[in-house]
């Protein structure tokens, strides 16, 4: 533990790392990229950034951190994934590439590249009583949607025609959107939150 009581990793195989990295670090976390399991020891909890899941599986699996980042999730590491890294730590992933798996650990379905061809790309503002009253402006990127959530998950937000794109459960958390490139850093506040109090429990 350093820096305002908390090593925060965020899995570097891929996608907007950098992005997250410069959040936490802006918050007075200590922030390490982590691309090997050696390195989930030094870590009191994980971001998984957005990118494309289907390549972060794949390396993954590859480098060998999967098996064991399955593992310390169920052993209650606090984990924020954003977008892909949403579908990550989706329990179901539907419209998945063929063979595509998920770390799991979150109660839900999420579908891959949700809002269709047409609308790849848009922002709104979600109200999300969880991190203020202010609503959030919210940049969604070829986003999942959250399908159905299950019972031990909650949902945190969702767009106007009610579809889920923010859930806590425990200590995880998941985002369609993209709060490390909108300068709203209250998710990451959020998180943090969760990543000292985790680390102090163990301690
Ligand atoms: N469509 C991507 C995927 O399936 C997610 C996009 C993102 O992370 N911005 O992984």
């Given at each position: ?52 899941s289907s390549?972060?599986d794949k ?34 992933i539907?419209?998945g590439i063929a063979g595509q798996q998920s ?9 891959r ?91």
């Amino acid at each position: 533990m350093a820096g305002n009581g908390a090593t925060v990793g965020v899995l570097a195989l891929q996608g907007d790392f950098r992005e997250h990295l410069k959040v936490l670090r802006s918050l007075g976390a200590a922030a390490v990229p982590v691309r090997r399991a050696s390195e989930l020891g030094e870590i009191d909890g994980l971001v998984i950034p957005g990118g494309e899941s289907s390549v972060m599986d794949k390396l993954s699996r590859a480098f060998g951190v999967a098996g064991p980042l399955r593992a310390a999730i169920a052993d209650g590491l606090p984990v924020y994934g954003t977008c892909a890294g949403l579908i990550m730590l989706a329990d179901t992933i539907l419209d998945g590439i063929a063979g595509q798996q998920s770390l799991g650990g979150l109660d839900v379905a999420v579908r891959r590249n949700a809002f269709g061809s047409q609308v790849d790309s848009f922002e709104t503002d979600l109200d999300i009583p969880a991190v203020g009253e202010e609503s959030m402006h919210a940049v969604f990127i070829r986003a999942p949607i959250v399908e159905s959530v299950g019972e031990r998950a909650t949902a945190l937000a969702s767009v106007d025609d009610g579809r889920v794109v923010a859930v806590e459960q425990g200590n995880l958390l998941g985002t369609s959107f993209h709060p490390e490139i909108t300068g709203d850093t209250r998710f990451h506040e959020y998180f943090l939150q969760k990543v000292r109090q985790a680390a102090r429990t163990a301690a």
